[in-house]
């Protein structure tokens, strides 16, 4: 099966992006999937690759249960090269009881999670029953990490030290990032860690990085306040320091939402060929889609997104593959089929809105919303107004359309709005082609 430009799950179920990473010529992406039916359940590393982050090839499922310490689910972590093979870092999961009913759900959602790993030469051959490694057992010292809730391993190599941070918690009262550094990126010894109330209860995906002479963090905050907005965990980001030396980081700006559309969580980074700094998302569906002729299916990847910093604050900009995708498809005028994706670029000012097939997009005391909910019907009550911080001078959009997806990029990055939707299959026989004001 193969996507263009959003990563979707090819039937059934996925969600977090993992393993991203250019090798050998290829951008490789694996992801959580659940292979049996469009719901989460026992995880599974699905795997897809492409050339270009714009044209892609779903593969074979990746990874999956073969051990006691990971029995109920392979879930996210990491890629890295080593000496030409491909590294895959993983928290594994094995729950304490089972569900009789359900085996793919915990009894009182009480599980243990240790790190695993698993080396493949190429990047396409994965053994699952000799080629796995426990490398971190259960922590059973909470002045360390929790014992089930601790995951999803981002690991990265620099001068001469590999290393590794890790989501967690403190009693599961205050989101916690817990790093680990090791010599061969296979033994490894707890360095340091790192609290902050905007982590949430519980911090997941975290992501670490360097941009030039700055750190920037990027992590998923489990139970945060701010759960008006129609889901409880969210993507944060930040700038911060890091001592490589001692694994000591502080945050060192405001946090700021990775997309303020609040759908898009788990997100992970990696560089591209050209070295940019790359975001993928996962987008949250509340229900599976139906299409004739195919299976139900739920959770997409969001655009590929060029992380950069312009003075204090964090930009997520459009990727140049998609950019030339655009212009291609401009050329050849295939981008006016219903259905297919489309881009639209615009401004607005205050009090002027556009309208996509039922989608509103409007400017009010500086900020950009939008209201999917003529186009979200029935969508588990989530949020349907969506905004960015108030106070922009001014608002260039550029805006991504496909039947279940809406990304709305705003002055170049600075901030961006991605809503889920349903129903837009025929968007553009409904679209408005200029802006109203009043």
Not at 54 to 82: C, M, Q
């Amino acid at each position: 099966m193969k996507n263009t430009l959003h990563l979707k799950a090819p039937g059934n179920w996925i969600n977090d992006p993992n393993g991203f990473i250019y090798y050998q010529g290829r951008y490789h992406l694996f992801y959580q999937c659940f292979p049996y039916a469009p719901v989460w359940g026992t995880m599974h590393w699905g795997h897809a690759v492409s050339e270009d982050l714009v044209h892609w090839e779903h593969l074979d499922i990746a990874v999956f249960p073969t051990k006691r310490y990971d029995s109920n689910g392979v879930f996210s972590g990491s890629a890295l090269e080593k000496d030409g093979r491909l590294y895959l870092y993983y928290s594994a999961v094995r729950y304490l009881e089972e569900e009789e009913e359900n085996i793919h759900i915990p009894v009182q959602d009480v599980y243990e999670t240790s790190q695993a790993m698993m080396v493949s030469e190429d990047g396409f051959q994965f053994d699952n029953w000799n080629g796995k490694r426990q490398i971190i057992p259960v922590i059973r010292d909470e002045q360390i990490a929790d014992a089930g809730h601790t995951r999803d391993p981002k690991v990265w190599y620099d001068s001469g030290s590999y290393y590794m941070v890790l989501g967690s918690t403190f009693r599961e009262k205050e989101g916690r990032a817990v790093f680990f550094r090791s010599r061969d990126g296979e033994h490894w010894q707890y360095a340091a860690q790192y609290r902050n109330p905007s982590f949430g209860r519980i911090l997941e995906c975290p992501d670490l990085f360097r941009l030039r002479d700055r750190y920037v963090f990027v992590g998923s905050a489990m139970y945060v306040e701010d759960a008006a907005k129609g889901y409880e965990h969210q993507s944060v980001t930040a700038l911060a320091e890091f001592d490589s030396r001692t694994c000591t980081m502080e945050i060192s700006s405001e946090f700021q939402y990775v997309d303020y559309g609040m759908d898009l969580y788990a997100p992970q980074t990696n560089v591209d060929r050209e070295g940019r700094r790359v975001l993928i998302g996962w987008m949250r569906m509340p229900e599976a889609v139906k299409e004739e002729g195919k299976k139900d299916w739920n959770g997409m990847m969001s655009l590929p997104r060029v992380v950069e910093i312009a003075g204090e604050h964090i930009y997520f900009r459009i990727h140049p593959e998609v950019e030339k995708y655009f212009s291609a498809e401009k050329e050849d005028k295939r981008h006016l089929d219903p259905g297919m994706p489309c881009r639209i670029k615009t401004t607005l000012s205050e009090g002027e809105y556009l309208e996509i097939g039922g989608y509103r997009i409007w400017v009010e005391n500086g900020s950009v919303k939008t209201d999917r909910s003529r186009v979200f019907a029935g969508a588990d009550g989530r949020a349907a107004v969506c905004g960015t911080p108030a106070g922009l001078e001014h608002c260039s959009l550029d805006i991504f359309v496909e039947p279940n997806l809406i990304e709305v990029f705003i002055n170049d990055g600075e901030y961006v709005i991605s809503n889920v939707v349903y129903g837009l299959e025929n968007w553009i026989t409904g679209y408005v082609e200029h802006v109203y004001t009043g």
